[in-house]
């Protein structure tokens, strides 16, 4: 089984993700979906494994990409902070982008909401943020995703107390 850790908009506050990264260990994977606010070496530095990161909109001096594709098992996966596809206003352009470019999931931040949406042929996630939750329980979260022995993707979406 794998298991991969989806965070986003952590704004410079790294303590919760450090401590979140030490607990699930061992992590096969971690994506942030953007807005590390000048942590991207902390953020790709942390884990034991690989780490897939974005630009938010709030990542002025970064050098990571703005997008990126890669797989996951079998799924191709769409990776952007999701601010250019007016993500506030709803997911549907952005699962447009995704289904274009022949990915099955699309993973996004910016609205520090969370979201696990499996309702088309497009899976579209978006983790919250582990620092300034904005869903009405104002609770930090995560996803954890984990791929079964026969492949197949799973999703949790954790809150921190």
């Known amino acids: 089984m794998k298991k991969i850790l989806i965070v986003s908009d952590t704004h410079g506050h790294n303590a919760l993700y450090m401590q979140l990264v030490e607990k699930l260990k061992p992590l096969d994977m971690v994506i942030h ?15 034991d494994c690989p780490v897939y990161l974005v630009q938010g909109n ?37 699962k447009q982008e995704a289904r274009a470019r022949g990915c099955n999931i699309v993973m996004y931040g910016h609205t520090h909401r969370p979201v696990i949406d499996t309702s088309s042929d497009i899976i579209a996630l978006n983790p919250g943020s582990l620092t300034f939750p904005r869903q009405e329980s104002r609770k930090p979260s995560y996803i954890l995703m984990t791929l ?5 993707a799973h999703f949790e979406l954790n809150y921190l107390a």
């Open 33 to 47: 979906c953007g807005d590390t606010d000048g942590s991207d070496q902390t953020i790709l530095m942390c884990p």
């Open 148 to 152: 079964d022995d026969s492949g197949e």
């Open 58 to 94: 709030n990542d002025f001096f970064s050098d990571a990409p703005r997008e990126q594709e890669f797989n996951i098992g079998k799924y191709k996966v769409l990776l952007t902070h999701g601010h250019h596809y007016y993500i506030s206003m709803g997911n549907e352009i952005l």
